[in-house]
């Protein structure tokens, strides 16, 4: 989308890039100032605007933190020729990022209303929203088992690993109830030591899954998240339609919530 920036004021707030971190070429987490009075639910994304060439382009960017914290933290790809990323991607500290008043979307862990089991199932920097997430004490005592898998192509792309581990060692210091499963996935490269080999799908299928987690899946206590790549997402709604799931639903119950995200 792009606008004027005198229209587009109208609706977000000027805010400063603070920090940018480089885990690849091609994967960056950036953090910028929190708008005042700005609020989201843990799991929702926020729309960001840059200034290119006199008016705004802007894009969604899931929040990777705590809902408490005085910053705004993203975890994004830079897109080979994209107009926003390209331009994100030679920002420096201190350049203006616009945020939109409003957050968005409804893939947020407080919907679950059942279940004993949290799975939170991403391809890429769909990772995002479950890092927020996973920062709120109350998903640590609402699960007993809360499962993070990440898919990537390559090793390299296995972002915010120490993260995970600081989570599991905080929540286990403060007495919080729930087991942290961090489970990492590479597919165009052997998997080894402390790493899976396959496609999500596949791994969800074969029971891959479930057995480097020792957990079993069923519909009565296994709630899924699911975010990132379209075609995983697409197929992993197919996978919980056949063990009889069905989507999350407004009006109450539903096993799964997905979110297309690149």
Known sequence: MQVSVDVYSEKASCERLLSVHRWTDKLLTFRTTRPAGYRFTAGQFARLGLEIDGEIVSRAYSITSAE?????????????????????????????VWVEKLSYGFMTADRFTDGRQLWMLATGTGLGPYLSILQQEDVW???????????????????????????????????????????????????????????????????????????????????????????????????????????LRRTGGGQFVTEDYW
Do not use: W
């Not at 990492?184 to 080894?192: A, H, I, M, Y």
């Open 141 to 247: 005592r609402k699960f007993d088992d809360l499962v993070v898998v990440h898919g990537v192509r390559n090793r390299a792309e296995l972002a915010y690993a120490d993260r995970f581990a600081a989570l599991a060692a905080r929540a286990q210091a403060q007495g919080l109830p729930a087991r942290l499963h961090y489970l990492k996935s590479v597919t165009r490269e052997p998997g080894g030591e402390g790493v899976l080999e396959g496609r999500i799908t596949t791994l969800l299928r074969d029971g891959g899954l479930e057995q480097a987690t020792g957990l079993v899946i069923d519909a009565a206590q296994s709630r899924f998240m699911a975010c990132g790549n379209p075609e995983m997402v697409t197929e992993v709604r197919e996978i919980f339609r056949e063990r009889g799931m069905t989507p």
């Open 68 to 96: 408490s914290e005085d910053e705004l933290e993203y975890y994004a790809i830079v897109v080979p020729d994209g107009k926003f990323t390209t331009r994100l991607d030679r920002l420096q500290p201190g350049d203006a």
